[in-house]
T-cell receptor, first 119, second 111 residues
């Protein structure tokens, strides 16, 4: 888990409500990621951000939104538009190399996750 | 093709045995192949990784075998222990921000 914290650990939401998941890192990493994990489907990328005030959609961005106002924080909002939000959500971060370029070998470090259940 | 196909979905091994998990890919641009280990309720953690210019990498009881021509790579866990019981994910990337994950293998090691 390293220097990445996610809160809360468990979250319950009623249908139709938006909810925000917190992700904070003190690793001074430039890039941050949000993944969704469902049984038998591995990890799927929701959004990622390479730098403050910039982010890109991943493979399953519909129904989610993010912001990156600070380097250490990358909150994820699960909106009411997300049809099946019950899942385990994982945040990760990754640093750039000395030259400022991303390298394949730059490791992604994951937080402990938030389990979201829609009631 | 961005997929990484992983098998088996689940694996039961006796203590002291060898656990083998296989992955296959299509995109020849992939140039880095990490394996992650995840315990229940926790985030994945990097276990071992390999680049395609080597055919094997060993770290303790964990070995990655890489077959570039077949576009396949596998994780071998020697002398499997109950503490190795976890879900294992293979992944692939190519100098981008995206890691492409396999679907995971749940390993159970019984004493």
């Amino acid at each position: 888990d390293g220097g990445i914290t996610q809160s809360p650990k468990y979250l319950f939401r009623k249908e139709g409500q938006n909810v925000t998941l917190s992700c904070e890192q003190n690793l001074n990493h430039d890039a941050m990621y949000w993944y969704r994990q469902d049984p038998g489907q591995g990890l799927r990328l929701i959004y990622y951000s390479q730098i403050v005030n910039d982010f890109q959609k991943g493979d399953i961005a519909e129904g989610y939104s993010v912001s990156r106002e600070k380097k250490e924080s990358f909150p994820l909002t699960v909106t009411s538009a997300q049809k099946n939000p019950t899942a385990f959500y994982l945040c990760a971060s990754r640093n750039r190399g000395l030259a400022g370029e991303m390298s394949s070998t730059d490791t992604q470090y994951f937080g402990p996750g938030t389990r979201l259940t829609v009631l | 093709q961005q997929q990484v196909k992983q098998s088996p979905q689940s694996l039961i091994v006796q203590k002291g045995g060898i656990s083998i998990i296989n992955c296959a890919y299509e995109n020849t641009a992939f140039d880095y192949f990490p394996w992650y280990q995840q315990f229940p309720g926790k985030g994945p953690a990097l276990l071992i990784a390999i680049r395609p210019d080597v055919s094997e990498k060993k770290e303790g009881r964990f070995t990655i075998s890489f077959n570039k021509s077949a576009k396949q790579f596998s994780l071998h866990i020697m002398d499997s222990q109950p503490g190795d019981s976890a879900t294992y994910f293979c992944a692939a990337t190519y100098n981008t921000d995206k890691l492409i994950f396999g679907t995971g293998t749940r390993l159970q090691v019984f004493p």
